[in-house]
């Protein structure tokens, strides 16, 4: 039997919860609406209600991006009300908005909520709470990555420095016009969060909840390779 579980919500390939899943200690539910992914629970998150979810010590949650991201999609949004305009921007608002009452309902002792660090996201939910850099945790372009939520303490979240790093090829998602030549032309394969990153959540959320975390002792470690 698990020690602790967690909710992996819009799981795609379960990058978010990988770590999670070797792990013997941990329970992992998924998911997601397209069942290529072969989730726990196949579903429309728009369609889920507290009620279908088990309870759970952590949620992960890596909210699509596609009408997010500021590398796209500028024409389904007002961007001086910032507010969207087109049917599909509007959804993903209302989604943003009812997997945070997810969240809410089920009360995890931590959850995290990831898209990319200059997310359109913002101007719903404002700033995220911590970003890291995917360079960081092995991957070859830098993606900036924002994490909303309440983090378990002692998390180190690593952060490159770039332009000029050469610890990654490209940026993506920041500037949005970066080549993306190092990244996988599969788009589930390039939403996958890095293991290292879903590894160092888990530690840290173990931790916590085994009682034995640092005091608010989260820390921003800058790279600059
Ligand atoms: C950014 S990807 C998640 C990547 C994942 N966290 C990982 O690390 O592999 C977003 C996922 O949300 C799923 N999705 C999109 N709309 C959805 C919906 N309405 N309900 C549930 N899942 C949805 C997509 O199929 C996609 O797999």
Not at 107 to 124: C, I, K, T
Request: hydrophobic residues 35%.
């Amino acid at each position: 039997m698990s020690d602790y579980y967690v909710l992996d919500l819009f799981a795609g390939l379960g990058g978010f919860s990988q770590a999670f899943e070797d792990s013997e200690r941990w329970d992992v539910t998924t998911v997601e609406i397209s069942a290529e992914f072969d989730p726990d629970i196949q579903a429309d998150m728009l369609d889920v209600t507290p009620t279908d979810l088990p309870d759970a010590d952590v949620i992960l949650a890596g909210h699509p991006c596609t009408m997010f991201s500021t590398a796209g999609n500028h024409d389904k949004w007002d961007m001086d009300a910032k507010e969207p305009t087109g049917d599909r921007a509007k959804r993903h608002v209302a989604m943003l908005f009812h997997t945070l009452g997810l969240i809410k309902a089920l009360a995890p002792a931590y959850w995290y909520l990831e898209n990319p660090r200059l997310s359109r996201a913002r101007w719903l939910i404002g700033p995220p709470d911590e970003w890291v850099s995917y360079c960081q945790y092995g991957r070859d372009y830098q993606k900036n990555t924002g994490l909303w939520g309440d983090h378990a303490p002692g998390m180190t979240f690593r952060k490159c420095r770039g332009p000029g790093a050469n610890c990654h090829k490209t940026n993506v998602e920041d500037d949005g016009t970066a080549a993306c030549a190092p990244m996988s032309r599969d788009h589930a394969e390039r939403s996958k969060v890095p293991y290292d990153l879903s590894d160092a959540i888990r530690e840290a959320c173990e931790r916590a909840l085994d009682g034995n975390a640092p005091r608010d002792t989260t820390v921003d470690e800058w790279v600059q390779s």
